[in-house]
């Protein structure tokens, strides 16, 4: 019952996303070159938010963490891949694959080593305040080491192609290329491998999932890892069309946020139909809108969402 | 040779003793049932045992090896489990789905898994519901399923929480047999329920418990005879 009411959610979603691009075309009154530069534009724009909200959705839905660190681990990844290619010299996309398994070590570690400690029956509240110093700890150790100086990664491929007659910067295009085999990754882990079924009892009922024999504060460490592995290959491939500086992953977390509650918390899927939504709402709307204005439309499909959907688009019915 | 020792078990919360002095021993293949007036410390034994509650004083050794505050996943994988009066399923998971986790604790291939998750439902007589989602299924299928997750462990010793409580008595006939039929097979059982005629039914051996203390321990027909017994728990005009 639940796959085909989530079935009728993508296809009502397709639909109205179709829709709204043909209106644009017939009755917009703009050049049908610039709307689908526009279109191209936003779908690649998503992939750079669904990249970005993958990592967030996990830790939010299985430890009912509010990750502040987000932003500050997306800049760290950046830096790593930077570093590693500024130093060895290799392929900027080879260092997104070396620093996924390194931000994994690193989110295992922060959450057995520090955040572990503090889930009890209590409430998650401390660890949420963890991620808080977290953040503001990673954020200046990359200023004391790497300075404040903008910094960028060139990638190999820098260029662009034709699709469709609009333009596309190819490593955006890699981008969201990655973004899709990430969530199909998590997708078939989560679905998949006994850890995944492990991490979807956890986030349903943890003490019910201790009691079938599931160690929880290592699901929770996994966890913390794999939300940490994806804004890791996030970091590596934004890091090529991002300029660097500390607070770089900033910029990202506050439609992470939005693109998460959206999609539904904890839901990989919604996190990828949610960003690209979300970054066609916002370069379509740029069409018709000044300035900031597209953000205007973001924000208020979200509280449209919030209202008739509280639980977010693939949210489990509670 | 007893397979399950409390030694001195206490539990207090605050100021209050909810499990008091108990000493017990539990012989392998044994099937205890445990009543009790509400509030006599029936679940919290259970909870102690199955390590969610750690005792504030007492042991607890299990096959010979000392188990006190263990985790309760620790406790779980080497035999000891537990059911809940009220079902607590992965909601948005399959019936298959949540039996598989619990399967996963001894088997590593996930199609062997599945497998055997998929027997153990059919044993407990879910297997027309193995695809369903567990969150759909009405309260006789849920205690099914509460027993199957248990069953998947391969459990040594079963703490069995008023598995029958809000079943009508058409439904717990079945599930009465299947009891009899796990403890046939070697599984040691803690049998916490109200339906008496239930537990006279399956125990070989009765635990009064009475606000956190033994009341009385023995044959279940001397015990249900046990003035005291009869003062505390069925009423005095029993």
């Given at each position: ?39 191209v534009?936003?779908?690649l ?115 662009s192609v034709?699709i469709?007659?609009a333009i596309a910067d190819?490593?955006r295009i ?145 | ?238």
């Amino acid at each position: 019952m639940l796959t085909t009411e989530r079935g009728r959610i993508v296809l009502g979603l397709f639909a109205i996303t179709v829709l709204g691009i043909a209106a644009v075309y017939l009755f917009g009154g703009k050049d049908s070159n610039l709307v689908t530069q526009t279109v191209v534009t936003g779908l690649l724009l998503g992939g750079v938010y669904v990249l970005v909200s993958l990592g967030l959705t996990l830790i939010f839905g299985v430890l009912g963490i509010v990750n502040f660190a987000q932003g500050a681990m997306l800049a760290m990844a950046m830096y790593l891949v930077y570093f590693m290619v500024s130093s060895a010299g290799i392929n900027p996309y080879l260092a997104v694959v070396l620093s996924a398994p390194i931000m994994f070590g690193f989110g295992w570690l922060v959450q057995s080593t520090l955040m572990n400690r503090l889930i009890t029956d209590v409430g998650h509240s401390r660890p949420l305040l963890v991620t808080l110093g977290l953040s503001l700890l990673i954020s200046n150790t990359l200023l004391m080491i790497f300075g404040g100086r903008p910094l960028n990664v060139p990638s190999p491929y820098a260029g662009s192609v034709q699709i469709l007659g609009a333009i596309a910067d190819v490593p955006r295009i890699i981008a969201f290329v990655g973004a899709v085999i990430v969530a199909g990754g998590l997708i078939v882990i989560l679905r998949k491998s006994p850890v995944g079924l492990a991490i979807r009892a956890v986030a349903a009922n943890g003490t019910g999932a201790s009691l079938v024999g599931v160690n929880v504060k290592r699901i929770y460490a996994m966890t913390f890892g794999l939300g940490a592995a994806s804004v890791g290959v996030a970091g590596g491939l934004l890091a090529p069309f991002t300029s660097l500086v500390p607070s770089a992953g900033d910029q990202f977390t506050t439609l992470a946020f939005v693109i998460v509650v959206l999609g539904g918390l904890g839901s990989v899927p919604g996190a990828l139909v949610g960003g690209i939504f979300i970054g066609l709402l916002q370069t379509v709307g740029s069409l018709f809108l000044p300035g900031s204005g597209p953000l205007l439309l973001v924000f208020g499909m979200f509280v449209l969402v919030l209202f008739l959907r509280p639980q977010g688009l693939f949210g489990a019915n509670k | 040779m007893s397979l399950l020792v409390l030694d001195g078990l206490s539990k207090s919360f605050g100021g209050l003793a909810a499990l008091g002095n108990v000493n017990l021993e539990i012989a392998d293949r044994e099937y205890l049932g445990i009543i009790g007036p509400n509030g006599a410390g029936k679940t919290t034994l259970l909870s102690v045992l199955a390590g969610q509650l750690r005792p504030t004083s007492g042991k607890i050794v299990f096959d010979g090896q000392d188990i006190t505050g263990w985790s309760a996943d620790r406790v779980a994988s080497v035999g000891l489990v537990r059911t809940f009066q009220l079902m607590r399923p992965f909601e948005s998971m399959t019936v298959l789905e949540n039996v598989a986790i619990a399967s996963h604790n001894k088997i590593r291939s996930i199609p062997k898994a599945r497998d055997h998750a998929a027997d153990v439902i059919d044993r407990v007589g879910l297997g027309t519901y193995k695809d369903a989602m567990s969150g759909t299924l009405p309260t006789a299928g849920l205690k099914r399923l509460e027993l199957a997750r248990a069953l998947a462990l391969e459990p040594r010793v079963l703490l069995l929480d008023e598995v029958l409580a809000g079943l009508v008595p058409t439904e717990r006939a079945p599930i009465i047999d299947l009891l009899r039929e796990i403890h046939q097979d070697g599984v040691t059982v803690l049998f916490v329920e109200h339906i008496m005629a239930a537990v006279l039914a399956l125990s070989e051996r009765l635990l009064v418990m009475h606000e956190g203390q033994q009341l009385a321990l023995g044959v279940p027909a001397d015990v249900i005879q046990d003035a005291a017994v009869v003062d505390a728990y069925l009423g005095e005009d029993y």
